[in-house]
């Protein structure tokens, strides 16, 4: 028989599943995901600070900036002087498809399909034969300013469909997908031409020839769930990286700082490499964390001393082990769905763990009672970078990348542990605690 205990602990991790669900369907784009991130730091008291305005900063007090509508740094104060940064850092970007400017295209007075361009590392195949929404936002305005407006047509949009085997004998073989040809989505007949942007005005509630710009990509419409015999796993898209950034923010609107300024660190353009002013190579986290230091009457050489005596823990999922291609795992260091956070270890620091901040992100999770286990590439399969390596370029303070174990990374649909989610939860409240 269940304890007490053990029912309000499922319980809790039933109800964290259906949160991170809600989130990341709701969040289509880093726009969206922002967006919702800001609703839950408005929720728990934070106020919104202006990049462009004068900043006040109190002790105890609770503050967000957002950068481009896609990366977003939330802080909070102790009522003691602090003796550094305590971050956590996460990505809202995942690969997809881009809409180019003047979109349409017509085909043979027949069809009307888009003409769009890939967004970061993606299998292309996995968007093949699938309902696909486009969202994403629009800008208006004039002289006086721009205005910002969210838009997701949250319906059966599009698809990009096959090539049927009859007209391709050597599709099971293995086939190149060529982005211009083979992965346009049609979108109606061809009389739909210009009805588009008139139903994305629409929602904005602005006429068509209002928008100046825009930003739109289509995404994929499947939802998250949980699949498996005992409920092991879950499914669903962009669990790369939303599902760090979900954890990260929740544990940042639920603890209180004490010695530590915490901070949870969202950025876009991870999928593209982070140069962006919005990116981990900005100056955006450099910025916000010298301004804080300056509102605290601290000059450079306290804020350099905050930096020395700082830790940023760099979010982003890892590869588990396959369960068909085991040969593709490291020899020894071969994480799996539902076995902990993954520390990630690579030689020529593509990642930016060492010695030191691996054994205080260990300490975090034995404190927490989460579960942790190493990951590394095989020597010969190069691995991608984080935000860790990236972003200490502009900001030099102590660094582990983690991440939680999954597969299939930047299919759009992925499959990761129903049981890690608590422990990342649990450690990143231990770590803001």
Not at 94 to 102: D, T
Not at 362 to 371: E, L, M, Q, T, V
Request: glycine share 8%; hydrophobic share 40%; aromatic share 8%.
């Amino acid at each position: 028989m269940e304890s007490e205990m053990e029912q309000t602990k499922q319980t809790e991790h039933t109800e964290q599943l259906q949160d991170l669900f809600t989130f990341i369907d709701g969040s289509p784009t880093a726009f969206h995901a922002v967006d919702n991130l800001e609703k839950m730091l408005e929720g728990a008291g934070y106020c919104r600070l202006e990049e462009k305005d004068a900043w006040t900063i109190e002790k105890r007090g609770k503050y967000y900036v957002n950068r481009n509508d896609s990366s977003v740094i939330a802080f909070s104060i102790p009522e003691k002087m602090p003796k550094g940064f305590h971050m956590i850092a996460a990505h809202s970007d995942s690969p997809c498809f881009k809409l180019k400017e003047k979109p349409e295209i017509t085909v043979d007075e027949a069809y009307l399909k888009l003409n769009v361009e890939k967004y970061g590392g993606m299998i292309l195949s996995t968007w093949l034969d699938r309902p696909l929404s486009i969202a994403g936002r629009l800008i208006a305005g004039d002289r006086n300013g721009m205005k910002s407006f969210l838009v997701n047509l949250d319906s059966d949009t599009a698809i990009i469909p096959n090539l049927a085997i009859h007209m391709n004998g050597e599709l099971n073989k293995g086939f190149e997908y060529n982005p211009q040809t083979d992965m346009e989505p049609v979108i109606g007949e061809a009389s739909a031409k210009e009805k588009l942007f008139d139903m994305l005005a629409a929602q904005a509630g602005i006429s068509k020839e209002e928008i100046l710009g825009s930003d739109l990509f289509l995404y994929n419409r499947d939802k998250c769930r949980v699949v498996g015999i005992d409920d092991a796993f879950i499914a669903g898209p962009r669990l790369d990286d939303l599902e760090c950034a979900f954890a990260a923010m929740t544990a940042m609107v639920n603890e209180e700082p004490e010695d530590y300024i915490n901070l949870c660190v969202v950025l876009d353009n991870e999928e593209v490499g982070s140069g962006t002013k919005q990116g981990a190579a900005s100056t955006f986290l450099q910025d916000v964390l010298i301004r804080i230091c300056g509102k605290l009457d601290m000059g450079a050489e306290e804020y350099r001393r905050m930096i020395a005596e700082s830790f940023l823990i760099s979010a982003d999922n890892a590869h588990a082990m396959h369960p068909n291609h085991g040969e593709k795992a490291d020899v020894t260091n071969r994480p799996r769905m539902n076995g902990g956070i993954v520390i990630k270890y690579h030689g020529s620091q593509r990642y930016a763990t060492d010695a030191y901040s691996a054994a205080v992100m260990k300490d975090i999770c034995s404190r927490a009672g989460a579960a942790y286990q190493p990951y590394a590439n095989r020597s010969d399969i190069a691995g991608g970078s984080t935000l860790g390596n990236i972003s200490t370029a502009q900001v030099s303070v102590r660094t582990v990348d983690i991440g939680l174990a999954q597969l299939a990374m930047h299919s759009a649909v992925e499959t990761a542990g129903a049981k890690d989610i608590a422990y990342l939860i649990d450690a990143f409240r231990t770590f803001y605690r």
